[in-house]
């Protein structure tokens, strides 16, 4: 599950950003909506490599929850096939009664 990366993102990956504060780079993660804080660090490879090890380290609980929202949207949109089938069911009997 990849996080989105955005256009201000200084260090080019997801979870490293630079804080002015610390003058620092700081590397995170987010599992179960919550930030997960994975450390400070002078070189930018290290955050990478700190993100990365994150990654590898909470990946089966990111993974769940890929997994339980692709469930959701499966049930989401065989409801909305259905819907459908309804609706072109009664527009060919509509259009039978004709």
Do not use: P
Not at 12 to 27: D, P, T
Not at 34 to 55: P, S
């Amino acid at each position: 599950m990849e996080s989105k990366l955005y256009k201000t993102n200084a260090s080019g990956h997801a979870g490293v950003s630079w804080s002015k504060a610390h003058k620092r780079w700081k590397a995170y993660i987010y599992v179960d909506d919550k930030q997960i804080w994975l450390g400070e660090f002078v070189n930018k490879d290290e955050a990478i490599a700190a993100r990365k090890d994150g990654e590898l380290k909470y990946a089966h609980k990111r993974q769940g929850l890929a997994k339980k929202y692709m469930k959701i949207r499966i049930a989401e949109l065989e409801a909305e096939v259905e819907r459908l089938n309804g609706l072109l069911l009664d527009n060919i009997e509509a259009g039978h009664d004709n």
